[in-house]
């Protein structure tokens, strides 16, 4: 059963993602945090263990972040600045579940004017962070290289082969 085997897998990555996350966070903040000396499972190979090392670095960097990312920008290159909405995701979501009498054009104004979009297409992001409502609820997490590269290899070859073989 490889399912099973995937599950038990993923089970053990989260319970030690979330035993690890504290301290992973105070870290990142120069505070101290008790070392609780979490150990990796003796079943990880020592290269799957860095990977979720690496991963748990990039998630704890992102909630750091929450609401600040640094963008590559000719005036605020390396400063932190604001990503988060004006508008509340919750009133956003309401709206879009009303029905709408009119054209698509005339209910995609609106939305354009309530709900203004951020303005960071023209930026690079080259932090982790996460996108926020005006309340602080988390709406994106931007995890740049979450995977390190021999993991994105690995994912675009087997997914290539997958479609060659018409899986």
């Known amino acids: 059963m490889p399912e099973l085997a995937v599950y038990q897998e993923t089970s053990a990555v989260a319970t030690y993602m979330k035993a690890r996350f504290p301290s992973v966070l105070h870290s990142i903040v120069d505070m101290p945090y008790p070392d609780v000396n979490i150990r990796h499972p003796n079943s990880w190979p020592l290269e799957f263990a860095v990977e979720v090392d690496h991963a748990l670095d990039v998630i704890a ?54 709900f203004k979009p951020l303005n960071i297409s023209h930026h690079l992001e080259i932090t982790p962070c996460t996108i926020t409502d005006r309340h602080g609820s988390l709406l994106v997490w931007y995890l740049p290289n979450i ?9 675009v070859l087997g997914f290539a082969i997958d479609t060659l073989m018409g899986k």
């Open 147 to 155: 995977l390190l590269p021999e993991r994105q290899v690995q994912w």
């Open 61 to 114: 960097r992102a909630f750091h972040n929450q609401g600040f990312c640094v963008f590559s920008h000719q005036k605020a290159f390396n400063r932190p600045q604001l990503a988060s909405t004006s508008w509340d995701a919750r009133r956003y979501a309401d709206h879009i579940g009303l029905k709408h009498l009119g054209t698509a054009n005339e209910f995609e104004d609106t939305m354009q004017r309530q």
